[in-house]
Every structure is written in C-alpha cells, then in structure tokens.
C-alpha cells in the first residue's frame, strides 16, 4: 500500500489528509488560511504536510489550490481569493519538505477524486464535473486523463457564455453560467422574488428577519425544504440553466457520466430534479441516442484531498 499526502487549499482553510491507493483518507488535518499573506501562506502548507508526514513513509504530495495553474503544474498564476501571483509553490514545498509535489486547480483535484472514486467511478474513459458553490467550476477527463489545455487552465466551466450580455460576471465578460447556476445566482433569484412577492415568501423572509437583502443560501435552502415557494422557484431556476449546460457538454463531448458538485449540491432533488428535466428536455432530439446519465457528487469536502493525493501517486 502507498501513501500519498493530498492538500486543498481554499481562501479561508487548508485542509490535507493521509490517503491511501484506495482512495481511503486515513488521518486529516486542517489550518486556517492567512489568505493575504504568501509566505504564511505557503509556510502552513508546509507545516501541515509536514506534520501528515511524521512517522509516516509517504511518496508524495498533491496540492489542489483555488486559481489557475501552470501547464507543468508547478506555479500558481494566479489566485483570486489568495495572494498568489506567479508563486512557484512545487518548488517551495518540494524543497522544504522533500517530497515529490504536483500542484493543481480545485476543481480539477475534485473532478479527479469524483472520476476515481466518486461518483463517476464505473466510467474508465470520461466524464464531466460541475462544481456548484458561490461560482461554477469544473473539470473534464477524457481518454481517463484530465483535460488541461496548453496553459493548463482549461475545464473553466463557469465561464461559458449563456445569456448573451447577461448579468455582469467577475471574469469581465457578461453572461457566464456561473451568473446562472451557482449559489450566488440562487441567493440573487431568491431576493429578487422576495421583494416582488413577499407574500409568496412568507417562510423565507421569516428566516431572514423580514428582509430580502439578507436572505442566504442555506436560506432558501431550509424555505424550499419547508416547501417556499419562491426559494424552490429559486432552485428550479439554478436548475434549468445548469441542465441546459449539462446538454451542451453532453453534445460537445459525449462524456460517459456528467457529475453534479459543491456546496449547493447538497439540497438533494431540490437541485437534482430541475437540473435532469432541463437536460432532458434540451437534449429531446437526441432521444433515439444514448446520453451521459446526470449524477450528483459522492465525496463531498473530502474530494479535493482525495484528488490532489490520488494526482501525486502518479507523479
């Protein structure tokens, strides 16, 4: 059995684990993020693999990290929630820990653990992930290989056009999915009816003390468990956009499964069911043609050390 130590950094934790060949975490660990610090940054990355690694015989490290990577998964490019700018992060690790380190977005650890292990286990060839959280991102395997790009930041599903100068997105363009289907569209369509018809949101503006500015996400989740209308209305509409992209990566790529993720996925069939009829529906001149099967994340916070550490035993 080999041992390889994964990391998830994230703008408020970084959070590692012990895993091993099956896909199995055997201890964890976590730290708070000094976000606005790269070097203490980095230090509590080293501090945490190096703790994991005591007493252990461990073969390598996988770093998952929110931002974009380079094509030889070494440098962050960039970060928008941590302070990193071109920061050689393998190398710092690798040297004061030594370790072998491979360095990867997020959403493509997470993917990875998914295709692995998760969800789109019994696929050998491909598969395609949404991860639905505050944004939308992804990731994509095709040949049983994650699908990188030149620079290495390819898989950035979020930012797919979907309505023509549509809402404003923090990429600069108008219009992403992520404006459409992430947590935060949830909590803009959420608001947007509360204020229009409160009267239909008598159960989530009660949540939110009778103020619709100040309705959150595990608000209109808790409504629409309690049957709101307007927060359901709220999911259906998360839903339907998020099903019409599943469609378009059915078409493009032909995947073996599309996998569902992240924080909003946890509401169940909340989300689940309007994103499958959206997808059925957009794709009902394919009817006579095998389609990739919908399903929702298995792992949880768990796949993006499960990813990062199954991406190092391939080093």
């Not at 993917?111 to 959280?133: C, K, L, N, P, Q």
């Not at 989530?204 to 808790?222: H, K, S």
């Not at 059915?250 to 069911?273: K, N, S, Y």
Request: negative net charge; charged residues 20%; glycine residues 14%.
């Amino acid at each position: 059995m080999t041992l390889t130590i994964g990391v998830d950094v994230g703008g408020t934790k970084v959070a590692g684990g012990v895993v091993d060949d099956t896909g199995k975490v055997l201890v964890q660990a976590r730290r708070d993020t000094p976000a606005e610090d790269v070097a203490k940054t980095r230090d509590v990355i080293i501090e945490l693999v190096t703790d994991l690694a005591t007493g252990r015989t461990v073969d390598a490290v996988g770093i998952g990290a929110a931002g974009w990577i380079d094509a030889s998964r070494s440098t962050v490019l960039f970060a928008p929630n941590l302070a990193w700018r071109d920061e050689p992060l393998r190398d710092y690790v690798s040297t004061a820990t030594g370790l072998p380190v491979i360095v990867e977005n997020d959403a493509n650890v997470a993917a990875w653990a998914e295709f692995r292990y998760g969800a789109g286990r019994a696929a050998e060839d491909s598969m395609v992930m949404f991860t639905i959280g505050t944004g939308v991102g992804g990731g994509i395997v095709l040949g049983g290989e994650l699908v990188r790009g030149s620079n290495g930041i390819a898989a950035e599903l979020g930012h797919m056009l979907t309505v023509p100068d549509g809402h404003q997105c923090g990429c600069g363009r108008l219009g992403c999915i992520e404006q459409y289907a992430s947590g935060s569209a949830l909590v803009r369509f959420a608001r947007a009816a509360a204020r229009q018809e409160p009267h239909r949101a008598t159960a989530l503006l009660e949540l939110a003390g009778g103020e619709a500015d100040t309705i959150t996400g595990p608000m209109v989740t808790a409504a629409a468990q309690g049957g709101d209308p307007v927060s359901a209305e709220a999911f259906a509409q998360v839903g339907r956009w998020l099903g019409t992209s599943l469609a378009d990566m059915a078409q493009i790529l032909d995947p073996q499964v599309l996998v569902v993720g992240g924080g909003v996925v946890e509401a169940g069939d909340l989300l689940m069911g309007p994103t499958r009829r959206s997808y059925t529906d957009a794709l009902a001149a394919r009817s006579r043609l095998p389609v990739a099967e919908v399903r929702p994340a298995e792992l949880g916070n768990a796949a993006g050390v499960i990813g990062a550490a199954d991406l190092a035993r391939r080093i």
